[in-house]
């Protein structure tokens, strides 16, 4: 850093205008890098004081979780030399300068020390590989040929898929092509200016614990972005992951389909589905044509464009994401909307209602009506009987809808929480392969999943379906993340039994709450950006641990767990690790959670009416509509009355 530069920053740290910890990481990244687009930026957004820009991008170091990296790939403020020869409406020729950001510089650090720990984990066991796959998001092309450049010039193999994919099929290629790892390229359902990094296991789910401790300590002792490259003859290769691999994938995807027959009876259900802009259209419009479904797209989101142009948000959860799905399927008198996000994780819902008035589906809806439909098909077709239900299970995050817990008590199945991440959920999926004895699973990945599902009902736990309350859902375990693509399959079967029925999918949830009780879920998320917004965040999270409510919205607290600093163990026994979450249960049957969110500024608060304790949950028919207009009532008041407490913690 020169002089002139150095004096500048440190005046307006001074005077407080950028903090200690920004100049800090400032410093580190100019005197451990040799991007000429560092100085260069640092130095234009200094001169034009630019304080707030500069403490955003360098008020912390990206830190490398479990998960991955997520961060701003374009800045607020582009500077001339990000911009570069890009025009004024064009993406920025390189990406954000930061610390705090997803660049060159954190991808390079990323990778290599992934790659020490690939080394020195598999030695002995032939060189280290990859997957790596890319979402359709700005920069994702560069930050793909990035981590090939230094997978590779430091011993690793990567197999690459030379156009986008989604975030399943990333996990489903680690497992069919036998890597020791995967790496996508995805800031799931974030704003166009982030991009991110998520990092697999062998197993194709995202690193767990020693794993993900073990890659960030590497992570951690590189200093910058420079390298020794291995001699060329110890390098890596680069190898195309082709077409054949799309087909292996769908092949898995038709096993999902658990009555063709009845799909064939429905074949007039006419489904509008849309990729938002993302990955979402290389497989699910194939595979629901595949399988007899009707499939129209919605044309103008057709094309991969990471500035998602027609939407505000590619979030799927926001109903402004369907509305152009949604008034497509009134013109052409379609039954379903259904959504994913870019990288094709998650998926969202729009059905008829009785009145044949389109409706959003939430998330804790969809996934308890694929869990209750999974089961009920699985039960008549012998799968699952009174002989081994002891061995089938649901697993869920502990923020889901209680409702999935009654439907699979109804059926005699076991139900498993988790903490929220998918992780977890692909922790378990490995438990329970590793459960069956060793001279059984040999070549476990290459059974037909009748096969697979044969032994973990005589040996651990048959997965029947997973998911999270964020429209995240997994049906079989052949990968190890939440499927988009899977979801979409799922969803339009379970859409075909409903017409098969008689019902649309809103009155089969009716169904449902008509036996179970009325089940409310929903979310506050304030957002708090930049590096004040993250102190707060932190500071109002730490509020709930030191100081929980006794009392909310005139009912007395019954129960406060704090994940971060108590101990807990799931149904199955096995210890649950530390998370900053406080879930706070009510004796009404009310409760809500509250939790920072892991990939955004936010801090998220999960709301929840339940039926009361004690009470008798199920509802006549005739009685429904008021039964729902009261627990709307309820659940209003309760989202009121913590919006209110949050806003006196936050001191506003």
């Known amino acids: 850093m020169n002089s002139n530069l150095a004096e500048t920053l440190q005046t307006a740290c001074n005077q407080e205008k950028i903090t200690s910890d920004s100049l800090k990481n400032i410093t580190a990244l100019l005197e451990n890098s040799q991007d000429p687009v560092n100085e260069s930026s640092v130095t234009q957004l200094a001169n034009a004081e630019e304080w707030n820009e500069l403490n955003n991008r360098f008020f912390k170091t990206l830190a490398f979780g479990t998960g991955g990296l997520r961060g701003r790939s374009i800045g607020e403020v582009v500077t001339a030399a990000e911009r570069g020869s890009a025009g004024p409406d064009d993406r920025p020729e390189f ?7 997803l660049n060159y510089y954190n991808i390079t650090r990323a990778t290599l020390g992934l790659v020490r720990y690939l080394v020195k984990s598999f030695e002995g066991e032939g060189r280290p590989s ?12 560069e930050f793909a040929d990035c981590v090939t450049r230094v997978a590779t010039e430091n011993g690793c193999d990567v197999h690459i898929f030379p156009d986008p994919r989604s975030t399943p099929q990333l996990s489903f290629a680690v497992r069919h092509l036998g890597t020791t790892s995967g790496i996508v390229l995805t800031a799931s359902h974030n704003p166009p200016h982030d991009n991110g990094y998520k990092v697999y296991g062998d197993d194709g789910a995202q690193l767990v614990e020693p794993a993900a401790g073990a890659v960030i300590a590497e992570v951690t002792a590189i200093s910058g972005d420079t390298y020794e490259s291995l001699p060329e003859s110890e390098q890596g290769q680069v190898h195309q992951i082709g077409p054949e691999n799309d087909e292996s994938y769908m092949e898995r995807l038709e096993t999902l389909l658990l009555d063709p027959d009845l799909v064939k009876a429905q074949s007039d259900l006419k489904i509008v589905f849309t990729n938002l802009h993302g990955t979402g259209g290389v497989i699910s419009p194939q595979m629901l044509r595949r399988l007899g479904f009707h499939c129209d797209t919605v044309a103008a989101q057709d094309d991969e464009n990471g500035w998602f142009p027609t939407v505000k948000s590619p979030n799927p959860e926001n109903a402004e994401a369907l509305s152009m799905g949604m008034a497509q399927a009134d013109e052409s008198g379609a039954d379903l909307v259904i959504a994913t996000d870019p990288d094709c994780d998650r998926m969202a819902v729009a059905a008829r209602d009785g009145n044949g008035k389109m409706t959003l589906v939430t998330g804790n809806q969809i996934g308890s009506l694929m869990g209750f439909y999974r089961l009920l098909a699985f039960k008549n077709q012998g799968i699952i009987d009174d002989s081994n239900k002891d061995h089938a299970v649901l697993v869920k995050t502990f923020v889901t809808s209680n409702l999935q817990d009654s439907i699979a008590a109804d059926f005699g199945v076991n139900v498993v929480n988790t903490l929220t991440g998918f992780k977890y959920i692909g922790a378990k999926l490995r438990k329970y392969e590793d459960q069956i004895p060793a001279e059984l699973r040999k070549n476990y990945r290459g059974l037909s999943d009748e096969e697979t599902r044969a032994l973990r009902l005589e040996h651990s736990q048959f997965f029947v379906f997973g998911g999270e309350e964020s429209y995240g859902y997994l049906g079989a375990d052949f990968l190890r993340d939440k499927d988009g693509n ?16 008689g019902l649309t999918a809103v009155e089969l949830l009716d169904k449902l709450y008509c036996q179970h009780g009325v089940y409310l879920e929903g979310q506050h998320a304030e957002t708090l950006a930049g590096a004040d917004g993250a102190a707060q965040i932190q500071a109002l999270a730490k509020s709930y641990v030191e100081n ?15 994940f971060a600093n108590k101990d807990y163990t799931d149904e199955e026994g096995d210890e649950i690790p530390k998370e900053k979450m406080v879930f706070v249960d009510l004796e009404d049957g ?31 028919p005739g009685n429904l509509a008021s039964a729902k207009a009261d627990a709307q009532a309820s659940f209003d008041s ?12 936050l001191g506003s």
């Open 590 to 620: 009310r409760a809500f959670a509250v939790r920072p969110s892991g990939t955004e500024p936010k801090i998220k608060f999960y709301i929840y009416f339940r039926p009361s304790p004690g009470s008798e949950a199920s509802i006549a």
């Open 638 to 649: 309760l989202k009121n009355a913590i919006v209110s407490d949050m806003q006196e913690r």
């Open 486 to 501: 899977g979801a979409v399959v799922m969803f339009a079967e379970l859409a075909a039994y409903a017409k098969s029925q």
């Open 95 to 101: 990406p954000c300068v930061g610390t705090a950001t």
């Open 548 to 562: 929980p409510p006794s009392e909310v919205d005139g009912s007395a607290v019954s129960r406060v767990r704090d």
């Open 130 to 141: 990859l997957a790596l796959a890319r979402d359709t998001r700005n920069f994702g092309k």
